[in-house]
């Protein structure tokens, strides 16, 4: 499968505990994107990579969370001491800056992981 | 599976009908513009993008029309399948000439087709 890969695709965990998603971007793109979904709503951006730099967070991104692509591949999303509030669909894309002058190219979305915390 | 989108406006087509899902976009400065369809428990899949320099787009089935004076943006879908039902989402860029997707979401449409 050459799409984006999300780990785990879902996760139940107690109020208070850390969790740890990771996300594969497709593997030729330098752009890596965190979202948010909860039910009944569009994703929300969280965060943006391009290679291994953050460049963009969000609002919604409390100091409790934090994200990271330390190789320029992978990226791995923390929740510390999470909250119920917390419990969504968290979903990873990436996309290839194309070489117009624009530098849009489609984002392609992972599965999402499921967080449910209790 | 679970359900994305309890509470969603919702369009109900037969097989075979053309569907057509409307979209209001908010920032006049977005630039690019992107339909995902999102089927339950299940991430957005890309169908078709646009940018602002156009005002339609055409893909296999599919045809993005953009009408920036009013902010509008439209999803035709020809022949409908039973396969198309899903969410669809439509998606704003109103960082210009950036390349970095800060996706602005809209509400989301759920279309059930009928056989």
């Known amino acids: 499968d050459t799409g984006v890969s999300q780990d785990p695709r879902h996760k139940i965990t107690k109020r208070g505990q850390n969790v740890t998603f990771r996300c594969d971007p497709i593997s030729e793109h330098n752009r890596l994107y965190w979202y948010r979904q909860t039910l009944g709503q569009g994703p929300e951006f969280l965060t943006y990579?391009?290679?291994?730099?953050?460049?963009?967070k969000s609002r919604l991104l409390s100091d409790r969370f934090s994200a990271e692509r330390p190789k320029g591949s992978f990226s791995t999303l923390e929740i510390q001491r999470t909250e119920q509030g917390d419990s969504a669909m968290y979903l990873c894309?990436?996309?290839?800056?194309?070489?117009?002058?624009?530098?849009?190219?489609?984002?392609?979305f992972g599965q999402g992981t499921r967080l449910t915390v209790v | 599976g679970e359900s994305v989108g309890l509470h969603l406006p919702t369009l109900s087509v037969q097989e075979g009908d053309n569907s057509i899902i409307n979209c209001a976009y908010s920032n006049s400065a977005s630039d690019y513009f992107i339909w995902y369809k999102q089927e339950s428990g299940k991430g957005p899949q890309f169908i078709i993008d646009?940018?602002?320099?156009?005002d339609k787009r055409q893909g296999q089935r599919v045809t993005v029309l953009l009408n920036k004076t009013v902010k509008h943006l439209s999803l035709q879908i020809a022949a409908t399948q039973p396969g198309d039902s899903a969410v669809y989402f439509c998606?704003?860029?109103?960082?210009?000439?950036?390349?970095?997707?800060?996706?602005?979401f809209g509400t989301g449409t759920r279309l059930l087709v009928s056989p």
């Open positions: 998606a704003e860029n109103p960082l210009k000439n950036t390349g970095f997707q800060k996706l602005v």
């Open positions: 894309a990436s996309s290839l800056k194309s070489g117009d002058l624009t530098g849009n190219t489609e984002a392609f």
């Open positions: 990579f391009q290679n291994e730099a953050q460049l963009e």
């Open positions: 646009i940018r602002s320099n156009m």
